[in-house]
């Protein structure tokens, strides 16, 4: 069986070079938070890697604590037509314990319904930023870029994280990225550490925009630090 792609540090260059260019959240009342969408595919194919996925997408949010918070929506699907969106969650253990209490079951993509759903809260109140981890995109692609299109004009840039290296999802979810001002980034089970910093700083992103992120790089060094040199600072 051939190897999966890692996610590369070029990757890793164009992924937060997006972020930096996706414009800064606007800026809400006095102490109000950011508002984040965490978006899961909870199939079967993802069962391998989930425990340890949840570990890391509940972290994430960690970084946010300086910057008034975030407050996050988990919505997954899975099995034959089920798609379930959580309330709002004020903190990471609060959405750690909404992820693990999900277990995968098989069934077919569901990401037009994310999209739906995405939209709705968008229109009801501001969403920085919508974050999806999945691994295919099983459904009719015009459809779903129609759609993707629809929350991107509502100021909502969708962050996909790719597991799996299957090329055909790969062009999809960077069509939905490019559709959303959002941005791409595939990993696997080797890039645990990596996909942590990202998903830490999409949340950092959301929470105090590009100046925030660029703060976060610096205080985090590794890979984020190296990467943020590059951006313009702007924000």
């Known amino acids: 069986m051939a190897k999966l792609p890692t996610s590369t540090e070029d990757d890793v260059s164009a992924f937060l070079r997006k972020v930096n260019e996706t414009p800064a959240p606007a800026a809400g009342a006095p102490g109000e938070r950011g508002r984040l969408i965490f978006a899961m595919d909870a199939t079967a194919s993802r069962e391998p890697t989930w425990d340890q996925a949840c570990q890391i997408q509940g972290e994430m949010f960690s970084e946010t604590s300086t910057l008034g918070g975030l407050e996050v929506q988990l919505i997954f699907y899975r099995g034959f037509g089920e798609c379930r969106a959580s309330k709002w969650a004020p903190n990471a253990k609060e959405l750690l314990r909404l992820m693990t209490s999900v277990r995968c079951r098989g069934g077919q993509s569901q990401i037009a319904k994310v999209l739906d759903h995405a939209k709705r809260e968008a229109e009801k109140g501001k969403v920085n930023a ?27 840039p969708m962050f996909l994280f790719h597991e799996g290296g299957d090329p055909v999802a790969e062009r999809d979810f960077r069509e939905l990225a490019r559709l959303t001002g959002g941005a791409y980034c595939p990993f696997d089970a080797g890039s645990a550490q990596q996909l942590r910093d990202l998903l830490s700083a999409v949340a950092v992103y959301a929470a105090g925009g590009r100046r925030a992120l660029l703060e976060y790089g610096n205080n985090r060094g590794g890979d984020v630090l190296r990467l943020t040199h590059q951006m313009s600072g702007k924000g």
């Open 130 to 156: 919508l974050v999806f981890v999945g691994d295919a995109l099983e459904e009719d692609i015009d459809r779903v870029c129609h759609k993707a299109g629809e929350l991107g004009l509502l100021g909502v």
